[in-house]
């Protein structure tokens, strides 16, 4: 058995009202990449920010190379081996790769403070062959894409040598190729000894990487397994502590009328021509590789961003929207992609976010009837199970999930008929990832019609009752349920498949 | 459903005592060192009701100006021209009272009329270039702040204007039912029509709702510009408001009032807990924020602090309220 880099031994943490953690263990040997897996809130990420420094335990020991160490701070976590990379990455936009891998220990001209402006780059660029990733070392992080910039985290990490290096969920943001080059890179630095401990929501992953799997479910350990003995279904069922009997609860209803209907849509420069219709009662895919350009075509019929050219139907009336307003006003609701910055109003709470969408429908005269608001609030969250102690609460303390859940409950307050999910799965466990399609069906027997963007192509073939597939700013393609394949998908996303050729 | 509404009462009294607890003591510490100091030194009496209408009657302008300054900083903005709005409203007005024929009260009232709606032009201007034309409201408002303060100058010379009729001095000097000092009365009135606008209306939640993620907001059809644009109309507004009472006050329409006060406004606003990134404040919070500073000036007068000594304490204050508001972030 190879050595032991670290052991995490009967770790506990309490917040208030909550324990995060309940002595919990984990461990990680030498060129292994560990899988860290669990629902939203089950503690992984606070694990992992008391392992980074970033947060003290209430109890429990981290030993380090066998030797016991108090990881105090990030610094002394950095010095003891351990790096960690978040899903918002903590580069500098405006330096550029070099300056960022060496952040803090730029190379100095003999004893003077000035920075050897020729070594760090030689450096960085020593660093980055040693990867086997190709990147111009001078260019600013900020004309960096995401996989690039998530390259320019791991050469910081590997330029400290680190031992210990944590990823949380790196493969959110990727596209299928640079996620293939991102495992590559990963078997490598496993091949030099180091010891990778990787969370991810999405399952595939742990098979096709991990070594080991760990477990966690409410603050608490589950199990430590190979990833050799696991199924999908195992881990499913550790994670969510019961039999997940429908991944994808999938209802067939009758299709019924047009609700919303686009033509020639177009942006210039971004999309072309796009046209499509929905029904009532029916859940359309929009799929596509990162970069073929949905979000921005579900922004732009939202009114979020302008057209250049188009025209859009509700309920076979052309309608002009030239903002979120106008569209919300014609019973058109967005979900965005990224909830946190472009969803929710985090300081706000649970209610005011809820009603923020329909506040009209609260007022009397200029006052917001404020009994009124609260019996709303109240009885969404009591509907939709939203996780959290009174309407009141600022909806940063809630877990992903549960955020997702309240921008759901602004959508379904709206009575909007027409709803367009921009990745609604994204960052959500398994077991509200249910809930959440469990939601949609409701909306699709009200009469509603939903229009689901998503790279997910489990989630696009298990829910959707047609694919649209973008590639490029174009449409590329319709698929039925019944002809709908991966392979298929696949074939017209990378721009293969000309059905009408 | 009586439950879920009491807890809910709870949750808010709870949120309350946490954001107004620390002020609010802070406040009474003030009292009462200033009353124990006073009395060591044979001086009794700070805590009475005469010192604190006079406390009051202070504060009443800033306090006019610092409800408009909370909006636009919960919207995540600023206002630096309210010290030079108050300056042109004040002139303007007493330039046509000045001009006015008899009898006064006409045209004292026509005065601050045009003088109000003057003040409504220059935030809805402020309004414009921070929505339509995206420039930084930082940098809007000081263009406005040198460009008003120069009108002002311009508009009289650079000399005041006086006297002026008794009955202007009314706004700034006048007393209801005896006691109450008129400016005291406008100042609860201001404040409670601002702590009803930003709590009760739709208007004040997206005002805050904007302040809190504007992108959000936006995509959730608030019409962030409108929104906006009324906020520093309101602040305009107020910003005259207080120049008036200040004119009033005085006697005397000074093209140099105001000098340097937008920054003590926003200082009081900062006191009371409103974040200066946005989203977060409460014109509760601006009220005892400007008690604080208040009665710690007049208390240190009340003690024989002189006005160096004032501004070095008043700094220290300031820091001190930001740190608290760092401590219980955390």
């Given amino acids: 058995m190879a050595d032991l880099l670290l052991e995490m031994r009967g770790i506990t943490k309490q917040f208030p009202g909550v324990l995060a953690l309940d002595d919990v263990s984990l461990d990680l040997r030498e060129g292994e990449v560990h899988c860290l897996l ?55 936009p405006f330096l550029s790769v070099a300056e960022n891998i060496f952040l803090g220990r730029e190379p100095r001209i003999g004893k003077t ?25 001078r260019l600013p992080v900020n004309r960096l894409s995401v996989a690039q910039m998530q390259m320019v985290e791991i050469a910081k990490a590997v330029s400290v040598n680190a031992r210990i290096l944590v990823m949380d969920e790196p493969s959110a943001t990727l596209t299928d190729h640079e996620l293939a080059s991102l495992f590559t890179l990963i078997g490598e630095l496993r091949g030099r000894g180091m010891g990778i401990l990787y969370i991810s929501h999405r399952l595939e992953e742990v098979f096709q990487i991990g070594d080991r ?33 429908e991944e994808f609860p999938k209802v067939s209803l009758p299709r019924g009328a047009e609700r919303l209907r686009v033509e020639g849509l177009t942006r210039d420069g971004l999309f ?38 188009g025209r859009v139907f509700v309920d076979g009336r052309e309608v002009a929207v030239s903002s979120p307003r106008d569209a919300i006003a014609h019973g058109v609701g967005l979900l965005t992609e990224d909830r946190k910055n472009q969803g929710l109003v985090l300081g706000m709470s649970v209610r005011e976010n809820i009603t923020l969408a329909n506040l ?64 609604p799965t994204r960052g959500v466990d398994v077991g509200a990832k249910t809930e959440i399609f469990r939601l949609m069906n409701a ?33 590329a393609g319709e698929l039925s349920r019944a002809e709908a394949t991966q392979e298929r998908i696949m074939q017209l996303a990378t721009g293969g498949g000309r059905r009408h050729g | 459903m009586a439950e879920g509404a009491g807890a809910a009462r709870m949750d808010s009294l709870r949120r309350n005592l946490w954001t107004f607890g620390p002020l609010v003591a802070a406040l009474f510490l003030e009292l009462a060192v200033f009353e124990m100091i006073g009395r060591s030194q044979d001086n009794p009496g700070f805590t009475s009701f005469n010192t604190m209408m006079m406390v009051l009657n202070q504060s009443a302008i800033f306090g006019v100006m610092a409800v408009g300054m909370t909006f636009v900083i919960i ?40 003088a109000l709606g003057v003040g409504m032009c220059a935030g809805s201007a402020t309004g414009l270039l921070v929505t339509r034309l995206r420039i930084p409201p930082f940098i809007a408002t000081l263009a406005l702040m040198s460009s008003l303060r120069g009108l002002g100058n311009l508009l009289t010379d650079g000399k005041p204007i006086s006297p002026l009729p008794p009955e202007y001095t009314w706004l700034g000097r006048g007393q209801l039912f005896g006691e109450l000092p008129v400016s005291v009365v406008l100042f609860m009135l201001v404040l409670a029509a601002g702590f009803v606008l930003l709590n009760h209306t739709r208007f004040g939640r997206y005002t805050r709702a904007i302040g809190g993620n504007e992108e959000s907001a936006r995509l959730s059809g608030v019409p962030v510009m409108r929104v906006k644009w009324l906020v520093y109309t309101l602040c305009g507004a107020l910003a005259v408001m207080a120049g008036l009472m200040l004119t009033s006050r005085l006697g005397s329409g000074d093209p140099k009032i105001g000098l340097g006060d937008e920054l003590s406004v926003i200082a009081a606003v900062v006191v009371g807990g409103t974040s200066l990134s946005g989203g977060r404040g409460s014109i509760a919070g601006t009220f005892v924020g400007l008690l604080v500073v208040s009665v710690l000036n007049s208390g240190l007068n009340w003690i024989g602090v002189e006005t160096f000594g004032q501004q070095v304490t008043l700094g220290l204050v300031i820091l001190a309220a930001v740190l608290l508001d760092r401590v219980k972030g955390e």
């Fill in chain 1, 113 to 137: 403070p000035f920075i050897d402006g020729a070594r760090l780059r030689r450096d960085a660029e020593e660093v980055l062959r040693h990867m086997g990733v190709t990147l111009d070392v």
């Fill in chain 1, 213 to 245: 799997a760990t477990v966690m479910r409410d603050g608490r350990h589950v199990a430590t397994r190979d990833v050799a003995d696991l199924t999908r279904e195992d881990i499913i069922r550790m994670m969510v502590g019961r039999e997940l009997t």
């Fill in chain 2, 75 to 114: 919207t995540g903005g600023i206002d630096l021209s309210v010290g030079s709005l108050m300056a042109f409203g004040g002139v303007l007005s007493a330039t046509v009272v000045r001009h006015g024929q008899s009898p006064a009260w006409v045209w004292i009232l026509l005065g601050w009329c045009a």
């Fill in chain 1, 443 to 475: 909306l699709l027997e009200r009469g509603a019609a939903v229009l689901m963007v998503s790279s997910e192509l489990p989630e696009v073939l298990g829910m959707c009752d047609r694919i649209l597939v973008m590639h490029e700013g174009r449409l």
């Fill in chain 1, 272 to 309: 072309h021509d796009v046209g499509f219709s929905l029904h009532a009662g029916e859940i359309v895919g929009l799929t596509g590789l990162v970069g073929s350009r949905r979000t921005e075509v579900v922004r732009a019929i939202f009114g979020a961003d302008r057209l250049s050219a």
């Fill in chain 1, 360 to 423: 009209g429908e609260l007022v009397r005269g200029i006052f917001v009837k404020g009994g009124e608001e609260r019996r709303v609030a109240e009885d969404f969250v009591r509907e939709l199970q939203i996780k959290t102690p009174s309407v009141e609460q600022a909806v940063q303390l809630l877990s992903g999930g549960t955020q997702q859940k309240v921008v759901l409950a602004r959508w379904l307050f709206t009575n909007a008929g027409i709803l367009m999910f921009d990745e």
């Fill in chain 1, 38 to 92: 669990g629902e939203n809130g089950a503690g992984k990420s606070t694990l992992m920010k008391i392992l980074a420094g970033a947060q003290p335990a209430d109890a429990g020991d981290i030993l380090i190379g066998g030797r016991p160490a108090a990881v105090t701070s990030p610094a002394r976590a950095r010095e003891l081996g351990v790096s960690m990379i978040y899903q918002e990455f903590n580069l500098s």
